[in-house]
């Protein structure tokens, strides 16, 4: 697996997301050597689901509004429909999410995440995946959608439902250490 000491991760979410969606790539990520911080628009802890029945609550490490795009390596967005149909219109969201893609980092996103994107104005000649239910929304807003375990698109990986976590993990974390060994790269040509 890959090697991801030195990368700080931001998990972008909020009430009702698909608890799975975020505690294990969370878990993928820190067993890679991430430091993996919770984002959410409001202290204390988040609401966890498995599809409609409540689960585990998270505890929120930093809020939306004071999370930065230069503070922060990559993103992951889990699903759950409650959690992504909430933060798509939340500002600090979409104007994160335009911050951290302007700047070539990359996002990760499951399942009804998508939605975050689409809202944020980002989707527009995208190739990408989603829950299924939302494919129309991702094609409206000019995206190509594809029914793929994962897709990666430049620097967004996109995954389409819990059932695909093993294969989304594995992406999301080669991906996101390919973008260490790029920005390392970087630094050194200057």
Not at 26 to 42: D, I, M, S
Not at 149 to 172: G, K
């Amino acid at each position: 697996m890959a090697e991801l000491s030195d990368l700080r991760v931001a998990v972008v979410a909020t009430d009702g997301f698909e608890e799975a969606e975020l505690l294990e790539p969370a878990q993928a990520l820190r067993n890679a050597g991430a430091e993996v911080l919770v984002a959410a628009p409001r202290r204390g802890e988040i609401q966890g689901f498995e599809h409609d029945t409540k689960t585990k609550a998270v505890e929120v490490d930093i809020l939306l509004q004071d999370s930065r795009a230069d503070y922060f390596d990559a993103v992951l967005f889990p699903g759950g429909a409650l959690n992504a149909d909430d933060l798509r219109m939340v500002p600090d969201v979409q104007n994160f999410l335009r911050a951290m893609h302007s700047a070539g980092k990359p996002i990760a996103a499951i399942c009804h995440a998508p939605w975050e994107l689409i809202s944020a104005g980002l989707v527009r000649d995208r190739m990408l995946t989603s829950y299924y239910t939302i494919q129309d929304d991702i094609r409206n807003a000019g995206g190509r959608w594809v029914d793929r375990e994962t897709v990666e698109d430049d620097n967004w990986l996109t995954s389409r439902q819990p059932a695909d976590l093993p294969a989304f993990n594995r992406a999301m974390v080669d991906m996101f250490a390919r973008s260490m060994s790029v920005g390392r790269q970087e630094r050194l040509a200057k």
